[in-house]
């Protein structure tokens, strides 16, 4: 990172001592607001929706105890996890004694609650309650709550600024145990799948207008699937998955573009995946499997061919979305017992982790060459380094506690914020002012 007030001109060092030194505090802070700004996770799967973190310096070893656990506090039950921004931790939750549904924000220093919005709602426990996470730019914060309306709040107070029924305004139908859609969020504008009378919405992110709507002549329902982008062809589009297979949307209009038919079964959880300029990767559980789409330009339009497929017996993964690293994916599969794989770009598994650990449906992220793996039975944490011949663990240790620990992570200034059914902690990963072990 560019270093600001690296050396001082000669009018400076005549400045008085005290004016140099609110200089210093200007400069600092600014460097400060660079750094954060650097390091946020202000959406699902991150800043860019890979999964990946760009933060470097992180520990490669952990002390014998596990790493310091710099906060915890309490959570209702569900899998909604933390989107971070300046220095702030946003989520979505419930509480079940008030039966008030929640978008809380704490500081990420040290767990302190700043603002709650709150809205009574009765809502029973459908294998947990809350599933997703909000999107937050330091101005909004969209969060799609369990019923499918969709809230736009005030970052810094959490007052509502707008709201959408997606039910009552867009003929939504809420899928099975509650939405699990992550909304999308770009500079300029918020993208959200409706179903119902909309394929997919973008609408401005200040008053909440549509900008365009993807017409749904099918009446394809929501899934759980999140809109996410893509440059395909050299055209950027959002890749959105209904029961039907995988949809590829114009960003500029919201025409459809293309359609890849793929049958699912039940429910979508993990997004689809845009491996590169012209691959996408798609699987989900409930029996579906996997299969890999080439999309390419023919004439005016694009062309989507299935290149392979792989049955659920040979793998899937039923909840995350592969993170891909060095033109290979990475994954948790779903029937090979919770089993960590390495794909390469034709669907065959380079290595997985038979015989070193098994990780059930919990989540991943890659940072500075490792991977951070929960164990979604036990909420241990696993440290692997990333490489593309075999499973290598630097390090574990036991951060929450089973069952059920499926929630996406977050990271930011070396924090990692992670959550089970009951409590959500943040673990100091990134090595502290004294260098760390």
Known sequence: MRRFCYQLPKKMKQMPLQRLFLL??????????????????????????????????????????????????????????????????????????????????LTLDDGKELWRFKENRRIRPNHAITRTVPAVDGKYVFSIDPKAVFHCLDAKTGEELWRKNLVQEYKAKIPPWYNGQNPLMESDRIIIATGGDALLLALDKATGNEIWRTPNPEKQPMTHASPMPANLGG?????????????????????????????????????????????????????????????????DGFKAEKMYEMTSAEW??????????????????????????????????????RGQAAFGLGSYLLA???????????????????????????ASAQVLSGHDVWGPMALSNGKLVLRDLQKMVCIQVGKTSTGGP
């Not at 660079?34 to 959406?43: H, L, R």
């Not at 919201?254 to 590169?276: I, M, Q, T, Y």
């Not at 691959?279 to 299969?291: E, H, K, P, R, W």
């Not at 490489?387 to 290598?392: M, S």
Request: charge should be negative; hydrophobic fraction near 40%; proline fraction near 4%.
């Open 24 to 105: 210093s505090i200007l400069c600092a802070a600014i460097s400060a607001a660079a750094t954060a700004q650097a390091a946020d996770w202000p959406q699902f799967r991150g800043p860019n929706r890979d999964g990946i973190s760009k933060e470097t310096g992180l520990m490669r070893q952990w002390p014998a105890d596990g790493p310091e656990v710099l906060w915890s506090v309490e959570v209702g039950p569900g899998y909604a996890s933390a989107a971070i921004h300046s220095g702030i931790v946003y989520f979505n939750d419930y509480d079940r004694e008030a039966s008030d549904w929640m978008v809380r924000a």
């Open 235 to 299: 055209v950027k589009q959002y890749l959105y998955t209904t029961l039907k297979g995988l949809h590829g949307i114009a960003a500029d209009d919201g025409r459809l573009l293309w359609s890849g038919a793929f049958k699912l079964n039940v429910a979508v959880a993990p997004s689809p995946l845009a491996v590169d300029s012209e691959y996408v990767f798609l699987t989900s559980g409930y029996d579906a499997g996997t299969a890999m789409f080439r999309v390419v330009r023919e004439g």
């Open 316 to 353: 899937n993964s039923e909840v995350h979305t592969p993170i891909v690293f060095k033109d290979h994916l990475f994954a948790v599969g779903r029937k090979r017992r919770g089993l960590f794989t390495c794909l390469n770009k034709d669907g065959e598994t380079v290595w997985e982790s």
């Open 368 to 394: 500075d060459g490792m991977f951070f793996i929960l164990e979604g039975k036990t909420g241990r944490l696993r440290l692997l380094e990333a490489n593309l011949t075999e499973y290598r663990e630097l």
